[in-house]
């Protein structure tokens, strides 16, 4: 992997952290059920999609 695809990988890293940092907030304030599993639906996604890109590297 050249050194420019690690550099998007990392980036993709951070944005889904970033994206589940933001849902996990999200769950612990709202107090709609459906919206907070939508939230935790999101969470979980997050997790799935950065231990994909954590395996590329």
């Not at 998007?8 to 996990?24: C, I, M, N, P, R």
Request: hydrophobic content about 35%; proline content about 2%.
């Amino acid at each position: 992997m050249t050194q420019k695809e690690i550099q998007y990988v990392e980036d993709a890293l951070g944005h889904s952290e970033f994206l589940k940092t933001q849902a996990q907030t999200a769950v612990g304030q709202l107090t709609d059920p459906q919206l907070k599993n939508e939230c935790q639906k999101l969470v979980e996604k997050n997790k799935t999609t950065f231990g994909q890109f954590f395996s590329l590297v």
